[in-house]
Nanobody
Framework: QLQLVESGGGLVQPGASLRLSCAASGFTVNYYAIGWFRQAPGKEREVVSCIMSRGGSTKYADSVKGRFTISADSAKNTVYLQMNSLKPEDTAVYYC????????????????WGQGTQVTVSS
């Protein structure tokens, strides 16, 4: 059974950092494109970042470019999202997802999803 489990969310103040983890089981992340998405209340889900399979390129939404970094640890079969300089508008439920298609920033290609982790940025 293919499964993704996110962790690392929480309540932080503006300017703080968080690192989200996406642990995979039942498959090897190195052979999948892995994406991070977020959905804020009343808004549509949006792609935040993704990493192509086999240590390929990384991509970021303009809203997080320069602040967020996606990385993969094949030994731990885990993908991370390091989030720095957090802003209140980053508040959302963050999801990771996996796709066998090496197409990165399109949510429709992802067919394995985690349950999400809440990130709240507030003073």
């Amino acid at each position: 059974q293919l499964q993704l489990v996110e962790s690392g969310g929480g309540l932080v103040q503006p300017g703080a950092s968080l690192r989200l983890s996406c642990a995979a089981s039942g498959f090897t992340v190195n052979y999948y494109a892995i994406g991070w998405f977020r959905q804020a209340p009343g808004k549509e889900r949006e792609v935040v970042s993704c990493i192509m399979s086999r240590g390929g390129s990384t991509k970021y939404a303009d809203s997080v470019k320069g602040r967020f970094t996606i990385s993969a640890d094949s030994a731990k079969n885990t993908v991370y999202l390091q989030m720095n300089s957090l802003k209140p508008e980053d508040t959302a439920v963050y999801y990771c997802a996996a796709s066998q298609l090496n197409i990165c920033m399109l949510s429709a290609v992802y067919n394995v999803w985690g349950q999400g982790t809440q990130v709240t940025v507030s003073s």
